[in-house]
């Protein structure tokens, strides 16, 4: 699991420098020069889907994600704790619902191609197959882990 979420660290990182570098390019060329880059659509577009894709899996795995925790404070802490349990597990079903569908999804982009690139658009479309893999994975650490905690009795 370390090597995937450095995997994960290292995709979202040269996703967002490219982002970053082509968007700025575009800036450049189409407000100093008046000559719009054409492929930087296409770059940017893709960096942007792994980057937030893949950072929802990172969030999920970091616990970062937005979280409305007032039910929790208004229930008995083990009531809590099982709640969440099946908060994940219903997460579980929606991301192997992603992954099944995206990969149904992906095999479309196989004929399409980006405009300017000319890239195939299954690899725009497999960000979804790849980060609901992701979140199975680390939904699933989580829920063995809150019912290890409910298990020990452990109060975090």
């Known amino acids: 699991m370390k090597y995937l979420e450095k995997f994960l660290k290292f995709v979202m990182v040269v996703s967002s420098a490219v982002l970053a570098i082509v968007t700025f390019l575009q ?11 054409a492929w930087g659509q296409d770059i940017i577009r893709l960096s942007f889907v792994y980057l937030v894709f ?18 929790f404070s208004l229930i008995p ?10 908060i994940n597990i219903i997460l579980l079903g929606f991301f192997v619902f992603l992954l ?11 004929t399409q191609k980006a405009p300017y690139t000319a890239i195939p658009m299954i690899y725009y479309y497999a960000s979804i197959p790849i980060s609901a893999a992701f979140l199975i994975l680390y939904d699933i650490e989580i829920i ?9 009795g452990d109060n975090k």
């Open 77 to 86: 802490n083990k009531a809590g704790k099982i709640l969440q349990i099946l």
């Open 27 to 37: 800036v450049i060329m189409r407000f100093l020069f008046k000559m719009p880059v």
């Open 100 to 110: 099944i569908y995206g990969v149904e999804f992906s095999k479309t982009g196989i």
């Open 144 to 152: 063995i882990n809150q019912i290890k905690n409910i298990k020990d």
């Open 54 to 71: 893949l950072g929802a899996a990172y969030c999920l795995k970091t616990n970062d994600h937005l979280n409305i925790d007032i039910i």
